[in-house]
């Protein structure tokens, strides 16, 4: 289990330094839908992205306490901290493919001619 643990601690430092990195930017409006585009809330996607990055990181903290808690005899909810471990990884794996996504487009983006 400590493997398991220890195997998350990499990819969280790693969306760390990229919360750290996004602090710095500008933030990036997205064009309007114009289905709502007379209505007053706007999305930023900074933000978005943002927010989808700490969801995920607590969700990989939460695992990592329960992980720790159990391997500890603090609790003896097994199968909770299983299931925390499994949405962790499954988000953490929906964001990289997120990620890969966004790089691929951006990578079109860049290679359209101009």
Do not use: C, H
């Amino acid at each position: 289990m400590q493997d398991n643990v220890m195997s998350m601690n990499l990819p969280l430092s790693q969306m760390s330094e990229i919360q750290a990195q996004m602090k710095t930017l500008e933030p990036i409006q997205i064009a309007p839908n114009p289905m709502t585009v007379n209505q007053a809330n706007s999305v930023n996607f900074t933000d978005v992205i943002s927010q989808t990055l700490n969801n995920v990181d607590l969700q990989g903290k939460e695992a990592s306490a329960l992980m720790t808690a159990v391997d500890t005899g603090k609790s003896d909810d097994l199968v909770g901290a299983m299931v925390a471990s499994q949405k962790a990884s499954l988000s953490f794996s929906a964001l990289v493919q997120v990620r890969n996504k966004l790089l691929t487009a951006y990578d079109d983006v860049m290679k359209m001619p101009v």
